[in-house]
């Protein structure tokens, strides 16, 4: 049970939480009280440092107590400002608050450092993000859609007789590559397009085929060489492959660390949603 507990992300917060405000307390003694405000010795060199990085030089003695004062007065207004209740419902702060705690929650998730055997069954786990992509290689003809509708299927007709006879369709002359060598799926699409490539998935290998529709016109096809989409074992990926299934598994440690610490959050709570509607409340 006491292990259990000691891997829980709230506990983790908690015991986060109050060791901050112990380590601050000793560093800041009395720093802060109902009327005072104490500008400790560390506070100080931090205002006289800001001062030299801003103008390259050490301050006078009437600009430093000018830079004390003008943090001074800042607290005070922060100070003045919260009495009056100013920093309630407001949503910068509010959206500034939530941005520390998301940030807070982040720091903790990725000092969580990651086995081999996390970062293998991660890969397992998600084969799509990793595998090779398919390679394709053919010899494309093509036919110019500029021409009229009658012509143009005549045209492809007899492409097509030329083919059952086995003989190599004749097409149009065009600044498009002939043969295509070991294309992604990507590559291609960027060339041909969406259509192209969903409709070059189906066909035969070594034959011809087609017509196959592009934005650019019509293609006879013939398909040498489509290559699987293997998985490699994780032994032998690449380093750079390798980091990348590293950032992608603290990317998702984050997400699930975050998701399990906001429902137990949750529990902590008794959240009651009006319905104006119904005059009650959706418990």
């Not at 720091?107 to 969580?112: I, L, N, T, V």
């Not at 590559?177 to 998935?201: C, D, H, M, N, W």
């Not at 293997?230 to 492959?241: A, E, G, N, R, T």
Request: charged letters at 25%; proline letters at 4%; zero cysteines.
């Amino acid at each position: 049970m006491f292990k259990r507990l000691l891997t829980e992300p709230l506990v983790h917060f908690l015991f986060i939480a109050i060791l901050f405000f112990v380590v601050y307390d000793v560093l800041n003694p009395n720093e802060f009280t109902a009327q005072t405000v104490t500008v400790s010795e560390g506070r100080t060199e931090l205002i006289k440092n800001q001062f030299v990085d801003a103008w390259k030089r050490e301050p006078r003695k009437n600009e430093m107590h000018n830079a004390i004062q003008s943090y001074a007065l800042n607290e005070i207004y922060l100070r003045e400002a919260k009495a009056l209740g100013f920093d309630s419902g407001d949503k910068v702060i509010n959206r500034r608050l939530r941005q520390k705690m998301t940030y807070m929650l982040e720091d903790m998730a990725s000092g969580k450092e990651a086995t081999e055997q996390e970062l293998k069954t991660y890969y397992q786990h998600n084969p799509e993000k990793y595998r090779l992509e398919v390679k394709y290689s053919f010899t494309q003809v093509y036919i110019s859609i500029d021409r009229p509708t009658k012509e143009l299927e005549q045209l492809l007709t007899l492409q097509r007789q030329n083919i059952a006879k086995g003989l190599a369709p004749e097409g149009d002359g065009s600044l498009l590559a002939g043969e295509i060598s070991l294309q992604t799926e990507p590559q291609l699409v960027r060339r041909f397009g969406k259509g192209f490539v969903s409709q070059l998935k189906n066909q035969p290998l070594q034959q011809w085929s087609g017509p196959i529709k592009s934005g650019l016109g019509r293609h006879f096809v013939f398909l040498k060489q489509r290559s699987q989409s293997d998985l490699k074992p994780f032994d032998q990926l690449s380093k750079k492959v390798k980091a990348k299934i590293l950032e992608d598994w603290q990317y998702q440690n984050i997400k699930d660390y975050k998701k399990q610490y906001e429902e137990q959050l949750l529990t902590l709570y008794h959240v009651e949603v009006f319905t104006p509607s119904k005059g009650g409340y959706i418990k």
